[in-house]
C-alpha cells in the first residue's frame, strides 16, 4: 500500500537553553536564496512530479495558556499542555492511516508524538515500538535543574520524578525499548542511569569501532526480530558541530551527512517505520543554508528518496 505522510509543525522552543520567539518551522519552509531550497516548494516537487502523497498539516501552534504558562516560569505545566495538543494532533494523524513527521521545536515536543505513538500503537493494539533515538545527548536527564529539552525521555520512561510528572503505564517508553544512536555527551546522572536501566547505547564510541553502516545492520535486525513498529526520534546536534552548528547545544564529533541521510532512509524504509521527529534546528543560527539543505534531505528521505 502506498505510504501517506502528514507534515506536522511543532514550533515550541521554550524549554532548551537557547530559546526562540522565531517559527523554527517557518524557516525549514521558507525558500532561501542560499541554497535555493524550502521544505514547502519540495513537498511540491515530490507531490507533483513524483505522486508522493504528503500533506502539511501547519502547526500545533502555542496557545495563549501555554505562554502564560512560560511567562510564569511554569514550564512543566507549558509542556504537558502542549505536549497533549501536540498529540491529539499526531493521534488524528495515525487514526487516517499516515505517518506523521513532526519537525520541531525543541527535543521536549517528543514527549507529545511519543505518547501519541505509544497511545495508539502500544496501549489500543498491544503492539511493541522500538524508538530510536539519534542525539548527542540522551535527554534522560532525571534531575530537578537543567532544561526540559534535555529530559524528554526521562518524563517517558517515567524517570522524573518532579513536578507531578506521571506518564500512564500503557504509554510509557520502556528503556529496553530505546536505541540511542550517536550520544556523545552524558550528565554523569544520565550516564548511571543508561547502565542501570540497560539501555541500547550505540554510542560515538560503538560507531567508531564497528562502523557506521554495520551499527545500521545491527539495529534494523534488532528491529525486524522483535518489534512491530518503530519511531524516530531525530536531535539535529546529532550530527558532528565542527559543521552542523545551527542549534543551541552543536557538539563535535559526530554524525556526518551521509551516515544521517543512510540511517534516516533506511529506518524508514522499513514497513514497522511509524512517524518520526526532527528537532532542535535552528534556522537563525544557520549562518550559510547547509543544515537547512540537510534537514530538507533528511525528510525527503524519510518520504523514500535518498538523494
Ligand atoms: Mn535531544
Same mark, same amino acid.
Given at each position: 500500500?502506498?505510504?501517506?505522510?502528514?507534515?506536522?509543525?511543532?514550533?515550541?522552543?521554550q524549554?532548551?537553553?537557547?530559546?526562540?520567539e522565531?517559527?523554527?518551522?517557518?524557516?525549514l519552509?521558507?525558500?532561501?536564496? =542560499?541554497?535555493?531550497?524550502?521544505?514547502?516548494?519540495?513537498?511540491?516537487?515530490r507531490t507533483?512530479?513524483?505522486?508522493?502523497?504528503?500533506v502539511?498539516?501547519?502547526?500545533?501552534?502555542?496557545?495563549?495558556?501555554?505562554?502564560?504558562?512560560?511567562?510564569?516560569?511554569?514550564?512543566?505545566?507549558?509542556?504537558?499542555?502542549?505536549?497533549?495538543?501536540?498529540?491529539?494532533?499526531?493521534?488524528?494523524?495515525?487514526?487516517?492511516? =499516515?505517518?506523521?513527521?513532526?519537525?520541531?521545536?525543541?527535543?521536549?515536543?517528543?514527549?507529545?508524538t511519543?505518547?501519541?505513538t505509544?497511545?495508539?500503537?502500544?496501549?489500543?493494539?498491544g503492539?511493541k515500538?522500538?524508538?530510536?533515538?539519534v542525539?548527542?545527548?540522551?535527554?534522560?536527564?532525571?534531575?530537578?535543574?537543567?532544561?526540559?529539552h534535555?529530559?524528554?525521555?526521562?518524563?517517558?520512561?517515567?524517570?522524573?520524578?518532579?513536578?507531578?510528572?506521571?506518564?500512564?503505564?500503557d504509554?510509557?517508553?520502556?528503556?529496553?525499548?530505546?536505541?540511542?544512536?550517536?550520544?556523545?555527551?552524558?550528565?554523569?546522572?544520565?550516564?548511571?542511569?543508561?547502565?542501570?536501566?540497560?539501555?541500547?547505547?550505540?554510542?560515538?564510541?560503538?560507531?567508531e569501532?564497528?562502523?557506521?553502516?554495520?551499527v545500521?545492520e545491527?539495529?534494523?535486525?534488532?528491529?525486524?526480530?522483535?518489534?512491530?513498529?518503530?519511531?524516530?526520534?531525530?536531535?539535529?546536534?546529532?550530527?558532528?558541530g565542527?559543521?552542523? =552548528?545551527?542549534?543551541?547545544?552543536?557538539?563535535?564529533?559526530?554524525?556526518?551527512?551521509?551516515e544521517?541521510l543512510?540511517?534516516?532512509?533506511?529506518?524508514?524504509?522499513?514497513?514497522?517505520?511509524?512517524?518520526?521527529?526532527?528537532?532542535?534546528?535552528?534556522?537563525?543560527?544557520?549562518?550559510?543554508?547547509?543544515s537547512?539543505?540537510?534537514?530538507?534531505k533528511?525528510i525527503?528521505?524519510?518520504?523514500?528518496?535518498?538523494a
Open positions: 500500500m502506498k505510504k501517506g505522510f502528514d507534515i506536522i509543525g511543532a514550533p515550541f522552543n524549554l532548551g537553553c537557547v530559546t526562540t522565531q517559527n523554527t518551522v517557518d524557516g519552509r521558507e525558500m532561501d536564496e =542560499r541554497s535555493w531550497v524550502g521544505l514547502t516548494d519540495w513537498v511540491q516537487v507533483q512530479r513524483w505522486a508522493s502523497d504528503i502539511d498539516l501547519g502547526d500545533v501552534v502555542v496557545t495563549a495558556e501555554v505562554k502564560n504558562f512560560i511567562d510564569n516560569g511554569d514550564k512543566d505545566k507549558a509542556l504537558y499542555n502542549y505536549a497533549n495538543d501536540l498529540k491529539s494532533t499526531l493521534l488524528n494523524s495515525y487514526q487516517n492511516n =499516515r505517518i506523521p513527521i513532526t519537525i520541531g521545536g525543541d527535543h521536549s515536543i517528543a514527549v507529545g511519543l505518547q501519541a505509544m497511545e495508539f500503537y502500544q496501549k489500543e493494539q503492539k515500538v522500538a524508538v530510536v533515538w542525539d548527542a545527548h540522551a535527554d534522560i536527564n532525571n534531575s530537578l535543574d537543567s532544561n526540559l534535555g529530559k524528554p525521555l526521562a518524563l517517558l520512561m517515567n524517570q522524573y520524578h518532579h513536578n507531578e510528572w506521571n506518564i500512564p503505564t504509554l510509557e517508553v520502556k528503556p529496553e525499548d530505546v536505541y540511542y544512536i550517536g550520544v556523545r555527551d552524558l550528565m554523569r546522572n544520565e550516564f548511571d542511569l543508561i547502565n542501570e536501566l540497560n539501555i541500547t547505547n550505540y554510542d560515538m564510541p560503538f560507531i569501532k564497528h562502523g557506521f553502516n554495520t545500521v545491527i539495529l534494523i535486525a534488532k528491529l525486524e526480530q522483535d518489534y512491530d513498529h518503530v519511531y524516530l526520534s531525530f536531535d539535529y546536534d546529532a550530527l558532528d565542527s559543521i552542523f =552548528r545551527a542549534c543551541a547545544t552543536p557538539n563535535v564529533g559526530g554524525l556526518t551527512a551521509r544521517a543512510h540511517l534516516v532512509h533506511t529506518i524508514s524504509s522499513s514497513p514497522k517505520f511509524v512517524g518520526a521527529d526532527f528537532v532542535e534546528y535552528m534556522p537563525e543560527l544557520d549562518e550559510n543554508g547547509v537547512k539543505e540537510l534537514m530538507i533528511l525527503d528521505a524519510v518520504w523514500g528518496f535518498r
